[in-house]
């Protein structure tokens, strides 16, 4: 039994003449189009990776910040 991977459901469902082609083996014509599409999703990816990390590192410091003003105010309070 063949596995179906979301990729071929995609490719089926935005072209099924397309996805036929690739099932009987045929090369794309447009090989360089889809290596930049390639090297344009690798970049994203990169980009929402770096995102989620400075997001949480922000969200850190912010901590950090909030303990230091804590810690601060605890000292100037007490004599």
Not at 23 to 35: A, P, R, T
Not at 47 to 74: D, E, F
């Amino acid at each position: 039994m063949k596995i179906i991977r979301a990729s071929e459901i995609g490719s089926y469902q935005y072209c099924q003449r397309s996805w036929w082609y690739q099932l009987q083996g045929y090369v794309s014509k447009n090989q360089v189009e889809l290596s930049e599409g390639s090297e344009y999703h690798l970049q994203h990816g990169r980009a929402v990776y770096r995102a989620g990390y400075l997001k949480t590192l922000a969200g850190w410091l912010l901590c950090l910040a909030l303990a230091g003003m804590i810690y601060w105010l605890i000292g100037t309070m007490l004599p």
